[in-house]
């Protein structure tokens, strides 16, 4: 045991994206803040962050099936897709403040333009599809998008899903230049090497082991040192718990009342990945299609090109499943040791109802390698064992609460906690996820800096010009926001005269 104490202004719990921007979030408005980071493995971004656990999509709503909804009346409620792609508008706006601040550089390393489109097989999925992209394509959000049911334009578009297909369905797809392909592993470095050089100082393998409140508000963590096996405390007058799937068990030892009546239910996720240059040559796309039924919406199969160290591969998956760990790198006694007096009626309702969801994960670990081809070969139909490898991704921990639907509701979004008094936050949930990190992190300050938001007003919108503006409203400043973000982020030629 050793008795190293410090005292600082704000601590962040977690290395991964979420810590990465709030911290440089905070630097940029309050420089004197002494920010103090602990992680518990070796670098940042090793976790969910890490471009292979994830899968790099920058979620803009462009070509994810589920932020749609197709109402009784046959109409289609784009609401949610909206409020995906200004958040995204948001983030791509601070990474450009990064960048153009030289505060990062060399955003080619972390973001890259690639079309995003929707695949869609059958009469009944063409036509929502039809429906979809007219209620969309309208809109100063979404402009540029197109739609084809033309077996010849699609081949052109898509050749590897296209060819050998011998199926006579009817078969449709939307495409939108504007989307990206993000490497939330290198930002996160970026982020953290930037933080660094602004004197903020980063423990890695530094595990926070427990939390309690000071007598003056403050917040004094327990955390060892991974190396020497020694325990530290240190204190802190705000707190943001950026643990990924370890959140929930830090939250839960903060002892906040907001943290009660909440579990967590994890999801492990799987990607087949192939390196054949042959065939990374034919995709050029993120091609998201129609979760199965029965699925969750985490496991909408996808074929996407990837953009990692200079080396382009193709993912496909993610494939759900079903492992107790709330992290990559967790213990399977998580799922357990995360039920507690005040969540056991909320967990046990949830287990209740959610059966069919356990059974449909439990056969999605079971599946064999030529299983998971089985499902490639939907999208590339002559697809090769031999081309194509297993890759273990991320844990997804979803929240389960007690809602106006009922006790136990598992949610497929993000959750912010926060104690009354705003001295702690906590980061759960994991969609849309890492693409939203600006919002999130805008959210938290909010929350927990009311007292400061009209004086740091200013400089926010500095970074992030369209902060507290509904974008939808000024179609304009949508323009403007298009291309100056995709100059800066060398988002190409297409999207800049998409712009004009
Ligand atoms: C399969 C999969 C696919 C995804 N695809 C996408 C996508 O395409 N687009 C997208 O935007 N998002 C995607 N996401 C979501 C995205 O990856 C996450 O939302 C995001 O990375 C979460 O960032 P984070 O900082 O909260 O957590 P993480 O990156 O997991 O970081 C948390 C960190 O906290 C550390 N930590 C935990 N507990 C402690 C402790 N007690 N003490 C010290 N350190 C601790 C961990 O080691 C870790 O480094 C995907 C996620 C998964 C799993």
Redesign the pocket.
């Known amino acids: 045991m050793s008795n190293r104490q410090t005292k600082t202004d704000v601590i962040l719990?977690?290395?991964?994206?979420?810590?990465?921007t709030l911290g440089s979030l905070l630097k940029e408005l309050v420089p004197d803040w002494e920010i103090t980071v602990?992680?518990?493995?070796a670098n940042?971004?090793?976790?969910?962050?890490?471009e292979w656990?994830?899968?790099?999509?920058?979620?803009a709503a462009l070509c994810e099936l589920n932020y749609t909804v197709e109402k009784p009346d046959g109409s289609i409620d784009i609401s949610k897709a909206i409020n995906v792609n200004e958040q995204f508008q948001v983030s791509r706006q601070f990474w450009s403040y990064l960048v153009d601040s030289n505060l990062i550089r060399n955003p080619q390393d972390f973001i890259m333009p690639l079309p995003h489109m929707s695949l869609v097989q059958g009469e009944q999925n063409v036509s929502f599809l039809k429906r979809r992209y007219e209620a969309m394509s309208n809109n100063p959000l979404f402009q540029g998008m197109e739609f084809s049911d033309n077996p010849e334009k699609l081949m052109e578009w898509i050749p590897l899903i296209m060819q050998e297909r011998t199926s006579n369905e009817p078969i449709a797809a939307t495409k939108i230049d504007s989307g990206t392909d993000?490497n939330?592993g290198a930002l996160?470095r970026m982020m953290f090497d930037h933080l660094k050089s602004k004197n903020v100082e980063i423990k890695y393998k530094?595990?926070?082991?427990n939390m309690k409140r000071t007598r003056d508000g403050s917040w004094e963590l327990k955390?060892q040192n991974l190396d020497s096996g020694t325990v530290e405390r240190h204190t802190a007058k705000f707190v943001f718990i950026?643990?990924?799937?370890?959140?929930l068990?830090?939250l839960q030892k903060s002892g906040i009342p907001e943290g009660k009546h909440i579990g967590g239910f994890p999801?492990s996720?799987l990607?087949m990945v192939c390196n054949n240059p042959d065939i990374v040559a034919q995709h050029h796309a993120k091609v998201y299609g129609k979760a199965p039924v029965g699925a969750p919406p985490?496991s909408v199969p996808h074929l996407d090109t990837r953009f990692i160290d200079n080396k382009k591969s193709l993912l496909f998956?993610?494939f759900a499943g079903f492992s107790p760990k709330f992290?990559k790198?967790g213990s399977v006694f998580d799922l357990i040791t995360s039920v507690k007096p005040n969540n056991l009626v909320t967990m046990l309702a949830s287990g209740a109802k959610n059966v069919p969801l356990t059974k449909y994960l439990i056969q999605q670990v079971m599946l064999s390698k030529e299983k998971r081809m089985e499902e490639l070969r939907e999208f590339v139909p002559n697809a090769k064992s031999e081309d194509w490898d297993l890759l273990v991704?991320?844990?997804?921990v979803q929240v389960i609460k007690d809602t106006p639907a009922g006790k136990g509701t598992l949610q497929f979004g993000?959750e912010v906690i926060s104690a009354a008094d705003g001295s702690i936050a906590a980061?759960l949930?994991?969609?849309?996820?890492?693409?939203?990190?600006v919002s999130v992190m805008l959210e938290v300050m909010n929350r927990c800096f009311p007292q400061y938001m009209k004086e740091w007003e200013p400089k926010i919108k500095e970074m992030i010009p369209s902060y507290g503006v509904s974008l939808l409203k000024k179609p304009e400043l949508i323009r403007e926001i298009h291309a100056s973000t995709a100059r800066t982020l060398g988002l190409g030629e297409k999207e800049l005269q998409l712009a004009r």
């Open positions: 719990i977690g290395a991964g994206i979420m810590s990465a602990f992680e518990k493995l940042a971004g090793e976790e969910s962050s890490n656990n994830n899968a790099g999509t920058g979620h993000v939330f996160t530094h595990s926070v082991n955390v950026g643990g990924g799937g370890g959140s068990h830090l999801v996720g990607f985490m998956g993610p992290l790198t991704a991320g844990q997804r993000t980061l949930g994991a969609s849309p996820g890492a693409s939203t990190a």
